[in-house]
């Protein structure tokens, strides 16, 4: 995501899509071993939870350096909310 305003926002959405891998390991191990249908079903939704902080993070982003960012041309300001809005008709379905 080259538009990331700082080095250390980066290093923050690493950080956590590592923490996402690990509860999916989580959710592995627990179908793997034959957890409870709850702890399985609680694994699943902590990841979904997980999943949709980190969509809501990048989401904003994008929003404030491709759609609102001052000095953006009406074409950039266009093709900037048209990408967000295939990406979000593909997270909702």
């Given at each position: 995501?080259?538009?990331?305003?700082?080095?250390?926002?980066?290093?923050?959405?690493?950080?956590?899509?590592?923490?996402?891998?690990?509860?999916?390991?989580a959710v592995?191990?627990?179908?793997?071993?034959?957890?409870?249908?709850?702890?399985?079903?609680?694994?699943?939704?902590?990841?979904r939870g997980?999943?949709?902080?980190?969509?809501?993070?990048?989401?904003e982003e994008?929003?404030?350096?491709?759609?609102?960012?001052?000095?953006?041309?009406?074409?950039?300001?266009?093709?900037?909310?048209?990408?967000?809005?295939?990406?979000?008709?593909?997270?909702?379905?």
């Amino acid at each position: 995501m080259s538009h990331l305003s700082s080095s250390q926002q980066k290093q923050d959405l690493l950080n956590r899509v590592r923490r996402i891998a690990g509860q999916i390991e989580a959710v592995e191990r627990a179908l793997a071993d034959d957890a409870p249908c709850a702890v399985t079903l609680q694994r699943v939704a902590a990841v979904r939870g997980a999943i949709n902080g980190l969509m809501d993070e990048i989401v904003e982003e994008h929003l404030h350096d491709h759609v609102a960012r001052p000095g953006l041309t009406d074409a950039e300001r266009a093709a900037g909310a048209e990408e967000l809005a295939v990406v979000i008709r593909r997270y909702s379905k």
